[in-house]
């Protein structure tokens, strides 16, 4: 009978050679990940005190705030994603349509934006506040012609409602489709994905 000691030792030294540089990668792909993370917290950081707090209302800018610690998971898991996807699909890069969509999977899966706990203010415009602060995160990788054709259509809609008369039913635009989605429905980000790259055929 044949011996396949030396065979069989070559084949576990093999495997331990595999496993060790398995753990160095992980090592590194999550030292990569927090660096991520830490760069991409500081720009929606940005994007939330610079640009998205100044368009509320006085009542809403004094009754929220953004809760770091759900941020950073939220980006946390936006990274984790964007990678299982990359693995899967053999890809390098995630497109802007993909980021996009993951950028707001994520954002309304965690709301980072949060009510103060001493406020009693409640409005509209807070109910919706994080539904529109990830759409606004997630439109800065479409490219100007998708973001001008929802725009466009929003504003085309918002007119015809309020011109028309009382027989005539009302028109949703793009826009308030989408918040209606993401409010009430658990969007993939493979799906949000999808409608972005045929949001961008048809502004060509």
């Given at each position: 009978m044949a011996d396949y000691k030396d065979?069989?030792?070559?084949?576990?030294?093999?495997?331990?050679?595999?496993?060790?540089?398995?753990?160095?990668?992980r090592e590194e792909f999550l030292s990569l990940i927090e660096e991520k993370v830490?760069?991409?917290?500081?720009?929606?950081?940005?994007?939330?005190?610079?640009?998205?707090i100044k368009v509320l209302t006085e009542n809403t800018r004094c009754s929220v705030y953004l809760n770091?610690?759900?941020?950073?998971?939220?980006?946390?898991?936006?990274?984790?994603?964007?990678?299982?996807?990359k693995d899967f699909s053999g890809s390098t890069w995630a497109n802007g349509h993909k980021q996009a969509a993951y950028t707001i999977k994520w954002l309304v899966r965690f709301r980072p934006i949060q009510i103060k706990e001493t406020t009693e203010y409640v409005s509209e415009e807070i109910s919706e506040?994080?539904?529109?602060?990830a759409l606004f995160c997630g439109f800065e990788f479409l490219d100007k012609a998708v973001?001008?054709?929802?725009?466009?259509?929003?504003q085309e809609v918002d007119l015809?409602?309020?011109?028309?008369?009382?027989?005539?039913?009302?028109?949703r635009s793009f826009f308030d489709?989408?918040?209606?989605?993401?409010?009430?429905?658990?969007?993939s980000g493979k799906k949000l994905a999808l409608v972005f790259e045929a949001l961008q055929l048809a502004a060509k």
């Open positions: 065979e069989e030792l070559r084949i576990i030294n093999k495997e331990k050679e595999l496993a060790a540089k398995r753990s160095l990668f830490d760069f991409r917290q500081t720009i929606i950081r940005s994007h939330f005190n610079d640009y998205f770091e610690i759900l941020l950073r998971s939220a980006i946390k898991s936006y990274y984790y994603d964007i990678h299982k996807y506040i994080n539904l529109k602060f973001k001008d054709l929802i725009l466009h259509n929003k015809y409602n309020k011109r028309k008369s009382p027989e005539e039913e009302e028109k489709s989408l918040l209606y989605d993401l409010r009430y429905r658990q969007l």
